[in-house]
């Protein structure tokens, strides 16, 4: 199998997901003496350039941030994941996020503890009001005092009712959360940590992990299968080709209840067929 024959296949693999974050990631092939891959090499994002967004790649050697050209590279010898960047689209939102936060520490520092002003009597004279500031002083010290016949206490209570940015802050945590999830609603809607909010987020998780699966098996498919076929079977059709199939509970028991009711019908189903769907080795009992 030529996947089982690279070495660092499993860390190649989570190297290529961070493009989903970035926009992009590549893997240089490693070739054997027998010709087959033995390794795939993460390059890291900082050394690659494009002429515009849509040029071919170049490679930054000295991982130059001013540089808008690089070396010309052989594509054929690198695995290349583009996408769009998640962070692209995560970012703005994460500033104003932290903006919120930010305002909230500002409000509460202005009104997380109210200013209190002493309202002394009327007619008080000069010395009075430095003995009313020394008692408003002690107030604020968490102190107790005596109050004249006509004093008063005000506090300050700013901020037009109630604070909004924890609201703006939750708001912003189901925006995050809806498009990293592409979209999928279950995350929110299933709160908590109990059995339904478990399912619920096992269930979105998976969906997720299909999804990546799909993209990264038709990269490699793209950069390692077809070029591999073409060089041992040239001419002919590509037949075989290399997938992340994660296998869902609900997956395989539809699968199997199909298989079930075909049969019922009088159709035959390829017990081999029913196995790559599932992941069971079947036998006749």
């Known amino acids: 199998m030529?996947?089982?024959g690279i070495e660092?296949?499993?860390d190649a693999v989570?190297?290529?997901w961070s493009g989903v974050f970035r926009g992009y990631a590549h893997l240089e092939k490693h070739f054997s003496s027998s010709g087959l891959i033995e390794r795939l090499e993460p390059v890291e994002q900082w050394f690659w350039v494009r002429d515009g967004m849509f040029?071919?790649?170049e490679y930054n050697r000295h991982a130059n941030p001013g540089l808008l050209r690089g070396e010309s590279i052989e594509l054929g010898n690198f695995v290349v994941f583009e996408t769009m960047a998640l962070n692209r689209i995560l970012s703005m939102l994460y500033l104003r996020k932290n903006l919120s936060a930010k305002d909230w520490d500002s409000y509460l520092a202005v009104y997380g503890i109210p200013s209190v002003f002493l309202v002394g009597p009327p007619n008080a004279s000069a010395d009075r009001e430095k003995e009313f500031q020394e008692i408003a002083e002690m107030l604020i010290n968490d102190g107790r005092g005596y109050l004249p016949n006509g004093s008063d206490i005000k506090y300050v209570n700013g901020g037009g009712g109630k604070a909004p940015f924890l609201e703006h802050i939750e708001d912003l945590d189901k925006q995050i959360t809806i498009a990293a999830t592409g979209g999928l609603l279950t995350m929110l809607s299933e709160a908590g940590s109990g059995t339904l909010a478990g399912g619920?987020?096992?269930?979105t998780f998976m969906q997720i992990a299909r999804a990546d699966a799909v993209s990264l098996s038709a990269v490699l498919q793209r950069d390692?299968?077809?070029p591999l076929l073409a060089e041992a079977f040239p001419g002919q059709p590509a037949l075989a080709y290399f997938e992340f199939s994660p296998v869902a509970s609900e997956q395989t028991r539809q699968v199997v209840?199909?298989?079930v009711e075909l049969s019922k019908a009088g159709l035959k189903v390829?017990?081999?067929e029913v196995a790559e769907k599932t992941g069971y080795a079947l036998r006749e009992s």
Do not use: M, R, T
């Not at 619920?200 to 269930?203: C, D, F, G, I, L």
């Open 2 to 4: 030529v996947y089982d």
């Open 14 to 16: 989570g190297f290529l």
């Open 257 to 259: 209840q199909d298989a």
């Open 55 to 57: 040029g071919d790649w």
């Open 200 to 203: 619920a987020h096992s269930e």
């Open 270 to 272: 390829d017990a081999a």
């Open 224 to 226: 390692i299968d077809l």
């Open 8 to 10: 660092n296949f499993k």
